[in-house]
């Protein structure tokens, strides 16, 4: 088993140590289903990339804002939003981590 917040707290470490400011890590991969754990830095993004046929993000510390062309969300820690169906992108608002739960081909 693993514990979400070490891992946010290990990763958001590693992140900052990273001149991308980012740091992930595969926590599980169970095909179709995939879960990642994603830290960035304030102000560091994932660019605009193609959906998975079904995904879902939780925040586990920080801000990010969710870009999508049908509009911008943006989640607090705690939060669980479904990824959109559509090219989107993700941007740190301050240091966060989140778990990405992704449903693949």
Do not use: C, K
Request: aromatic residues 0%; hydrophobic residues 45%.
């Amino acid at each position: 088993m693993d514990d979400l917040n070490a891992l946010a707290d290990e990763h958001l470490t590693l992140a900052r140590a990273n001149p991308h400011g980012r740091s992930a890590h595969l926590l599980l991969r169970q095909e179709p289903l995939r879960q990642t754990v994603i830290a960035l830095t304030s102000g560091s993004a994932l660019d605009e990339h193609n959906a998975p046929p079904a995904a879902s993000l939780l925040v586990l510390r920080g801000t990010v804002r969710l870009t999508a062309g049908s509009g911008d969300v943006e989640l607090a820690t705690g939060t669980l939003h479904p990824i959109p169906q559509e090219r989107h992108g993700l941007l740190a608002l301050e240091d966060a981590a989140v778990l990405l739960t992704a449903v693949n081909d």
